[in-house]
């Protein structure tokens, strides 16, 4: 069973059919909400909405350890995660999907390992690819088979929010390395690693970054709504795609 965990844009799933919550309760606390079970393309699929299903929970205050925990413990193996972006490259429109392949870490102050405690023992994972290639390559493959557009690889660069960043620091950013900014990426793809679980984001690109593009002066919020609404509807044809590719 696959786990899609939404964001921004992707508070529900109306295309899941027979559905049922599961309130889970964890070591860590509350998850943002209770998980929803049904079929998506003939298959078992749990859903959560990470910021909670009225869009109540800001990126730094996500409950990323129960949210983790509770889908492993549900019985899901791998994870598909749907994250709104800016986007950093001149190529990385609002409107481009994308699946990154690598990370950077500007956050700070989340809970950001399964293994913590007095008698907790330490415990270190390789993270040297933080996306599972197999989910990649699942997404890729069902991007092209239901002729959509994804570009496969960039570097998802995560800040703490819930404010967005100065052109300054899309600049730095940008000389790190990062083509795209998001808010949500860490430490949620480091936990699925803590927890065994296959990883992979698909990224909606809703606006130029902070000094780029269409954004150099100022970011318009209330555009974001319009290419939100627009895009995600592709990318939930293609994580509807990819389900149904799974045996």
């Not at 998980?35 to 109540?56: D, I, S």
């Not at 300054?168 to 927890?195: H, K, Q």
Request: aromatic share 6%.
């Amino acid at each position: 069973m696959y786990a899609i965990l939404g964001g921004s844009g992707l508070a529900k799933l109306s295309v899941l059919q027979n559905i049922r919550r599961q309130v889970m309760r964890t070591p860590y606390g509350e998850p943002s909400g209770a998980l929803t079970l049904g079929t998506l393309a003939g298959r078992e699929v749990v859903f959560l909405a990470r910021h909670g299903y009225g869009h109540t929970l800001p990126p730094h205050e996500i409950n990323y350890r129960a949210n983790v925990w509770a889908l492993k413990e549900i019985g899901a193996r791998g994870v598909i995660a749907v994250a709104s972006v800016g986007g950093i490259r001149d190529d990385f429109g609002p409107g481009t999907l994308v699946v990154p392949h690598q990370i950077i870490d500007y956050t700070h102050g989340r809970k950001h390992t399964l293994f913590s405690g007095a008698e907790a023992a330490v415990v270190h994972v390789d993270f040297t690819q933080p996306y599972a290639p197999r989910m990649r390559a699942l997404l890729l493959d069902a991007a092209r088979r239901c002729d959509e557009t994804a570009v496969d690889g960039a570097v998802y660069a995560c800040t703490q929010g819930p404010r967005l960043e100065t052109a300054a620091e899309i600049e730095r950013i940008a000389r790190d390395g990062g083509d795209l900014v998001g808010m949500t990426g860490m430490p949620e793809a480091a936990l699925a690693r803590e927890a065994d679980l296959d990883y992979a984001a698909l990224c909606v690109v809703v606006n130029h970054a902070a000094g780029r593009g269409s954004s150099k002066d100022e970011i318009k919020l209330a555009e974001l709504d319009e290419v939100l609404r627009a895009t995600i509807q592709r990318a939930v044809r293609i994580v509807e795609c990819a389900v149904g590719a799974t045996s």
